[in-house]
Each structure stands twice: as structure tokens, then as C-alpha cells.
């Protein structure tokens, strides 16, 4: 490999990423940001905490018995798309009137897999629009991923003909 091919190919490689340095946010202003984009916005705690027993008890609601799902850390379900799960575990953190009305409803009254989604059918109007921008990020970021792999992979092979190149054109000495 010779030296200009290796600069240019490190130059091209940082310039990719000119976003990489940011300015550091605070804690606060992390855990804010954070908050907001699982949807935990103080009118969604509001709404949450005004929910009672028979909220649950008397959601209609179709349950398929299937009670064979397992829990995962946190004692969230791992029904839950990725969104969600981080969203249940941040809103029964941040609510304790929700968690307790989750303590008193599991499995007594409703299956886990029943109660939250239940939670996410009341919850629908504050939450939808965090959640398909979340699924928007994550299709964005997982094509941005194939995108960077398909560069990297068509600059190896820009680097191996240019070797073969050179190695064709190199006088050969017997």
C-alpha cells in the first residue's frame, strides 16, 4: 500500500463523519432529551397518573391466552417492540401510581402481556408520533450502516486493483 493511498483513504474516512464531534449536553439536558424521545412528556405523566384499576379492569379488551411469552430484564415484557420496552421501563420509573397499578393488576387480574397493551392503546394519541419518529431513526440509521459498509467495501477494492495494478506493471527479474 503506498502512502497516498493510505492518507487519502484516512482523510475520506473522517471527513464522513464531521458530526462525530459535538458539543457535550449536560446530564440534564441528555436525560430531557432522552425523555422526550421516548415520548415521557409531562402531559403523557399527567394523563398516566389520572389511570385507576377499573381503567384496566374494564378496557375491553380480546386476550389470546397466550401466557407462554417470557419476561426480560426489568420486568418488561419481551413482546414489546424495542421502543416501546425502553419507553415502559422509562414511564414506570418516572410514574410510581403506574407501577403500582401494575403491581397490583400482575398477574392477579391481567396477564403482563394484557396490561401493557392496554397502556399503549390508552397512550396511543400521546405517543404515536415519538414512536414512528423512533422507527423512522432506526430505518435511517440501519441504511446509513449499509450505506457506510458499501463504501468501506468499494474502497478495498479500489486499494486491491491498485495493487494488481502495480504488481502487473512491475518488471519481473528471473
Partial sequence: MNLSSWFHRSVSRNSKNPDQIQPSLSLPQQQEESDEFLGVTQQLIDYVKSFTLDTFKNFPTQDNGNSETTQISSNVRNDLSDWQERHAVLVLSKVKELS???FKLCPRHLKEETFWRIYFMLVKSHVAEY?????????LKKLAMTSEKTSDTGAYEVEMAERNQAANVAPSTP
Avoid: N
Avoid at 414512536?131 to 430505518?139: D, G, M, S, T
Fill in 131 to 139: 414512536e414512528l419518529h423512533a422507527l423512522q431513526r432506526a430505518k
Fill in 100 to 102: 403500582l397499578l401494575r
